[in-house]
């Protein structure tokens, strides 16, 4: 038996930026952290001779290229991994669709489990690497290349995003004071709402693409946010850091009518009336969960709660995609 583990994230600025359509021409960069709620990935011979893949389907081939699951049809290809006598399961913390980057962690925690069945070593870098081939060039999907490096390393890192395509990584450097305390200040609201990235993501994808100087523009902002937030985080400011929060949620709106709607709004701007310095949705938008930075907790859960909005308390997970058994 072999057990991926692979960690969910958040951004913490410069989000959007990593999408190719941007950084090719004009270097993408942004900070996320790992947290710890998690997608599994489990793997064990079984004796017969056909592949079963469990997840919120069943699947039962003979053949790689029988199966409807995508992200494991293509990994095994990539891999070389043979179809018989193997069961593959997946099961998560918190479900798709909600802006965590639960795609790029299943595809890391596959590729992951793939290799320690294969017996391989693997570097974090190169599961990344890995992860953003399936899904960008393999698949084709508008997405970034955050998910899939944030959870393979985990931590609260530093990622630019090179015209070349190279992705450099780095850890932030925060002191453990700020770390303990931006921690103990974020707080997580799940909206109810759960959606597909991809059609905010392609909106975005295609304008920049089209050379849409309100995205480009739009982008060139976030990602001067971004290094400001870091700037803020590595300071120790995290006054600051609430408010460029705030900033960077008011101008990520601006790249979609899709981004928001009345009542995420509503909610919004009741936690920041009640204790939050910043906040915003997380992932490309359009539901999943409000992440707020605040110094009162006691105040903004009550408000939140009041609403009907559920907490998923969170803290960061510093192991980045791994195995937890084999």
Not at 204 to 209: C, E, G, L, T, V
Not at 216 to 236: F, M, Q, T
Request: glycine share 10%; proline share 3%.
């Amino acid at each position: 038996m072999i057990i991926a583990r692979s960690p969910l994230r958040i951004t913490l600025g410069g989000g959007g930026t990593d999408l190719p359509s941007y950084y090719r021409d004009h270097g993408g960069f942004l900070i996320a952290a790992a947290i710890d709620r998690y997608v599994y990935i489990t793997i064990h011979m079984t004796f017969v001779d056909y592949l079963i893949v469990k997840y919120s389907k069943l699947e039962q081939v003979t053949s790689i290229d029988e199966l409807q699951h995508p992200i494991i049809r293509e990994a095994m290809k990539l891999l070389g991994v043979s179809c018989k006598r193997l069961e593959i399961t997946s099961m998560a913390d918190i479900p798709a669709g909600t802006g965590l980057g639960s795609s790029g962690s299943f595809t890391t925690a596959l590729l992951r489990a793939l290799h320690a069945y294969q017996k391989n070593l693997v570097s974090p870098q190169t599961l990344a690497e890995q992860a953003c081939h399936i899904e960008i060039d393999l698949l084709g999907e508008p997405t970034g290349k955050q998910d899939q490096f944030i959870a393979s390393f985990g931590g609260v890192t530093c990622f630019h995003f090179n015209k070349d395509d190279t992705v450099s990584a780095a850890p932030a450097q925060i002191s453990p004071e700020t770390l303990d305390n931006l921690e103990d200040g974020l707080v997580m609201f799940f909206t109810g709402v759960t959606r597909s990235a991809g059609t905010i993501l392609k909106e975005q994808d295609d304008k920049s693409k089209a050379k849409d100087s309100s995205v480009i523009d739009n982008l060139h902002y976030v990602k001067d946010l971004g290094l400001r937030s870091l700037n803020a985080l590595e300071s120790g400011d995290l006054y600051m850091f609430g408010v460029l929060m705030d900033e960077h949620w008011k101008h990520k709106k601006k790249r979609s009518n899709h981004m928001t709607n009345p009542e995420i709004d509503h909610w919004y701007d009741l936690a920041m009336r009640n204790g939050a310095r910043g906040g915003k949705l997380i992932g490309a938008g359009g539901g999943g969960f409000l992440l707020f930075y605040t110094e009162d907790k006691k105040r903004v859960r009550h408000v939140m709660r009041e609403t009907g909005l559920e907490e998923v308390r969170i803290r960061f997970d510093f192991e980045g995609t791994k195995i937890i058994v084999q």
